[in-house]
């Protein structure tokens, strides 16, 4: 095979810092069969990342064979937990590359801020390994395309996208509700989120990188900047170059649901956006505090609703979405689900059926079950990249109307790009800091 075949096979050099010798194809991890155990590894272990990784390791025959953290104390503390509670040894790793080589490991986890998503997944993909990603599936909308057009490159290989409410009892409940015309014609889905930590924290200086801390490696291909302990663990977020506030943290879940009920699986074609900075003082915080988006669908429309600094919303929860039909409405979050009928005038009776149920099961496990299993049965998992896709589209498109000043813009799907307007489109692909670059797919 000549090198440029051997390229196109492998995708190896795509990701632009010679990963031909870093993953030289005898790397890619061996076939699970269902009787064997599967190896998984952790790249990210502060916090979300983590649960994830718990849950796997509650699984029957999944062992944690290696963990990858740029910082440390985060490091050597979750890898201590690791070992007290499930009596594993994990192999340890500052740089995700290293941990990349481990023949061993079957399935990676990514659990690092969203600017890392797309290089980490392309990377794990081509060493041959499945990956459990975490939502938003990607920072822009660029590294969205990419991932997915890696994922289908490498169709052997299962990407879950960490949007566990597609597997939890709660929301296929009400999908189902939905679909079997319980509610009546869907007319319109109204979502809200209101946490307090969407205003970000109090602003502090600069200060020395702490001890232990690779904070090089945590910017990777994001701009080179110092250190300040309200962009960094956790708080990240609220800043463009590594997330993309409260609007998308939630938005992806919730906007997800929205467009389950109609089984929409592309970015939205317009959006309408008042996105602004209301709160009553200044926090360290690049991201808006309070935006209104509305999405016009076909035949339906979907109005979400932001406002962070505050935990009150409808019906006396922070968070929650709103199926509205003609017979019925069903409000819903991650706990519980009520139907309310409307009442037929001629009748003299509800027009549908009432319906209320508490969850009892966290939808994260039932998220990794289904990883698990497709891992074993090679299937198509809850959440695959082009569902990520069209979820995080549908923030990303939003943030940047409201960063460019545009309060309606619309997306041309088959050209991949925003119409008549050049700002936004400059914003559509991140510039890579040196030496890291954009995957080509
Ligand atoms: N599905 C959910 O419900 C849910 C909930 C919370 C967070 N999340 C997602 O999980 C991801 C992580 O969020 P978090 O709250 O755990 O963030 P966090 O800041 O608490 O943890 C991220 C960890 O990644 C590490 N890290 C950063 N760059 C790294 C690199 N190059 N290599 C190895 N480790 C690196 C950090 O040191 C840190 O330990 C985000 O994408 C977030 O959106 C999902």
């Known amino acids: 095979m000549n090198r440029r075949n051997f390229i196109r096979k492998t995708g190896a050099t795509t990701a632009g810092i010679g990963l031909a010798s870093v993953f030289p194809a005898t790397s890619l991890a061996k076939r699970v069969t269902p009787s064997d155990t599967i190896n998984v590894a952790l790249i990210g272990c502060r916090n979300m990342g983590f649960g994830i990784l718990q849950h796997h390791l509650s699984n029957p025959g999944v062992n944690c064979v290696a963990m990858c953290d740029i910082d440390n104390s985060v490091l050597n503390e979750r890898a201590a937990e690791v070992r007290n509670k499930f009596s594993h040894s994990p192999k340890l790793y500052k740089d995700f590359r290293q941990l ?170 317009k959006v309408l956006v008042y996105g602004a900075n209301t709160y009553h003082e200044p926090r360290s915080r690049e991201t808006f505090d309070t935006m209104s988006v509305i999405y016009p669908k076909d035949d339906f429309v979907i109005n979400y609703e932001v406002t962070a600094g505050i935990q009150k919303g ?81 923030l990303h498109i939003p943030n940047i109307a409201a960063r460019t000043g545009a309060h309606l813009l619309t997306w041309d799907e088959a050209n991949n790009r925003f119409n008549d307007n050049t700002e936004a489109n400059d914003l559509i692909t991140p510039v890579y800091r040196q030496p890291w670059s954009l995957p080509k797919y």
């Open 100 to 269: 990349l080589e481990q023949k061993d490991i079957d399935a990676v986890i990514i659990g690092t801020p969203d600017h890392w998503h797309c290089l980490i997944t392309v990377y794990a993909l081509q060493a041959g390994k499945d990956v459990y990603v975490e939502k938003p599936m990607a920072n822009t909308i660029a590294e969205c395309n990419i991932m997915v057009k890696a994922a289908e490159y490498y169709s052997k290989r299962i990407v879950q996208i960490g949007q566990q409410q597609r597997s939890g009892f709660i929301f296929r409940k009400a999908m189902e509700l939905i679909k079997e015309d319980k509610i009546g014609k869907l007319r319109k889905v109204n979502i809200w989120a209101n946490f307090e930590y969407g205003v970000g924290q109090k602003i502090v200086p600069d200060e020395p990188v702490p001890s232990g801390v690779d904070f090089d490696m945590w910017l990777g291909p994001a701009p080179s900047r110092s250190f300040n302990r309200t962009r960094f663990h956790g708080s990240w977020r609220m800043f463009w170059d590594y997330g993309g506030g409260l609007a998308s943290d939630w938005g992806v879940h919730l906007l997800d649901m929205g467009l389950w009920a109609k089984d929409i699986s592309t970015p939205p074609e």
């Open 314 to 394: 409808p019906y006396d929860m922070s968070y929650g979405l709103e199926f509205i039909g003609d017979n019925a409405t069903i409000v819903t979050d991650r706990t519980k689900m009520m139907v309310y009928p409307e009442w037929d005038n001629q009748a003299k009776k509800p027009r549908a059926d009432e319906f209320s149920y508490t969850e009892g099961k966290d939808s994260h496990g039932e998220h990794v079950k289904n990883f698990l299993d497709c891992i074993r049965s090679r299937n198509k998992p809850a959440c695959p990249p082009e569902t990520g896709r069209a979820a995080a589209l549908h």
